[in-house]
């Protein structure tokens, strides 16, 4: 007798058409790794990259009226007050209708700003499994958040320790990101590298130093990035600098390219787009800095250069000290906010090739046993074990 397959409805918090974040990326590799057991439908807020990337990979879409809350998270008010708000939405009807319509046994909301997935399945007694992404501020505000998404959720999922550490033990389960080689094409980082650096006009004899987000906002890091490179750039020659990300605050943007155009350095520097095609990107690279400036709850693009056997430096923000923590070199692992030691390392490894070598290999590694595929199917395993949706 074929095994009964749960119907699990993965609500998504983002889809947009100009990038794809590391939380919407992690979240479709769940859904296509669960759907070996499950019957797993990604439901989106709208059409966009992640819609695309689900249905290319064979994903079932849903697409309605499923906004996130980011006041949720990055509060105006009390929070009774921006609960008020939240229960009295309109998407909390059109969430209830596809969920019955569906006939869901189980809901995921993914990061902490969804809630509203998990507060219409609670009412339907539908389980929900609620993933944290985000680290949430230890704030008066915020003592509320925990206990209300504890109340709405029978298990909880996260991406690093980080976010997870004030949540119960017996709902919390640690799932680190991973990846699939070779659904990067291997094969060709040699040539992408060759070709996105003649691309951009940079020869073979010159080190491209990288930073790369889905996004540029100030709490990214770009003016560090730059501040950083344009200090490199009075010692170095032969060093050129890159900025991979979608322009969505022109403000800040065009206020850290008016950092380099004043500057005597400009021909050093190139800004390029986000795509999601990051294996055209990082094989060009020959060190990453991810000078994130908020607490991020893992750090994706810092694990992608890792996987890519980059050295990688990044402040210490969030879970990116779990990220780089797992590797040799936790010294390329700064203070937040330190401008001077973000320089001193890059120092470092533009002038030491053999620490370059050591610390790309090392990373790679270091990846592969942490982060790899066998270590995210356990974790994986086990989640659905608790949600009855897998037995050995």
């Known amino acids: 007798m074929k095994a009964y397959r749960k119907k699990i409805l993965c609500f998504s918090h983002l889809c947009t058409p100009k990038f794809i974040t590391g939380a919407e990326k ?13 019957d ?21 879409v849903i697409v309605g009226n499923f906004p996130p809350v980011p006041r949720f998270l990055w509060p105006k008010a009390s929070f009774r007050e921006e609960l008020a708000l939240i229960e009295s939405s309109p998407s909390l009807k059109d969430v209830e209708n596809v969920l019955l319509r569906e006939k869901a046994d189980l809901v995921i909301t993914n990061t902490t700003i969804h809630p509203i997935p998990a507060i219409v399945a609670r009412k339907l007694g539908i389980p929900v499994a609620w993933w944290i992404r985000e680290m949430i ?21 996260g991406s690093s320790n980080a976010v997870l550490r004030r ?57 560090h990035f730059v501040k950083m490179a344009l200090r490199l750039c009075e010692r170095y020659d032969r060093v050129r ?20 155009k004043s500057s005597n350095y400009a021909d050093r520097f190139r800004f390029l787009d986000f795509t999601k095609e990051i294996e055209r990107i ?42 780089l923590g797992a590797t040799p070199y936790p ?14 390392m890059a120092s470092r490894l533009i002038e030491d090739k053999s620490f370059r070598t050591k610390a790309g290999k090392g990373n790679l590694e270091a990846a592969n046993r942490t982060f790899g595929i066998k270590s995210y199917r356990r974790a994986v395993k086990t989640l659905l074990k608790r949600m009855g949706c897998f037995s050995d």
Request: proline share 7%.
């Open 26 to 38: 992690n979240f479709l590799f769940f859904v296509r790794e669960i759907r070996a057991w499950t």
């Open 40 to 60: 797993a439908v990604l439901v989106v807020p709208n059409e966009g990259m992640l819609s695309a990337e689900a249905r290319k990979s064979g994903v079932p």
């Open 137 to 157: 501020p230890s704030k008066p505000y915020y003592q509320e958040v925990i206990p209300f998404i504890e109340r709405h959720a029978d298990w909880i999922p």
């Open 167 to 223: 949540f119960s033990e017996e709902k919390k389960i640690l799932i680190y990101p991973s990846w699939r080689s070779e659904e990067h094409s291997p094969e060709s980082w040699g040539a992408y590298r060759d070709e996105l650096r003649r691309k951009l006009g940079i020869d073979k004899s010159s080190l491209l130093v990288g930073t790369v987000a889905a996004y540029i906002l100030p709490d990214k890091g770009l003016e």
């Open 241 to 260: 600098f890159l900025s991979v990300g979608s322009k969505i605050s022109p403000e800040y943007f065009e206020k850290c390219m008016n950092l380099v």
């Open 282 to 323: 990082y094989p060009a690279l020959d060190i990453v800095v991810i000078p994130s400036l908020i607490e991020e709850g893992f750090g994706t693009t810092a694990l992608e250069g890792l996987w890519f056997g980059k050295p990688v430096i990044a402040y210490a923000s969030g879970g990116l000290k779990e990220t």
């Open 331 to 344: 010294e390329l692992l700064v203070e937040k906010g330190n401008l001077a030691e973000l320089q001193r």
